[in-house]
């Protein structure tokens, strides 16, 4: 897999085909999902976690808490793991929908 990012494209190269996904000016984050071929990443204009289907051809948004600030994203065993600037801890919560997402650990410790 290679990236490019400009501006306002970002263009993937994955298994011989090109992907352009469009209207993300601020995005970071980036990670692919061999497992169900998902490229997820963080949108920075609207801090959100968003993933793009590489079967379905799609892009779905991952809610998440109200006051969250993702600034990374990893998935591993039908979880999505992510970090969150404003709270400084790490969260887990279902990577398909975002559901029984929780505080996997913070700046307390805990």
Known sequence: MSVLQTSKVLLVYYMGG???????????????DRDD????????????????SLVSGTVTNITTPAGIEPSAVVTYRGRVYYADKIGTAIHVANKTTGADDTIYRNNTGQ
Do not use: K
Request: no cysteine; glycine share 6%; proline share 0%.
């Open 18 to 32: 090109f992907i352009i996904l469009f209207s993300y000016l601020t995005f970071s984050g980036l990670f692919l």
């Open 37 to 52: 071929q998902r490229l997820y990443w963080i949108n920075g204009d609207t801090n959100t976690i968003q993933f793009y």
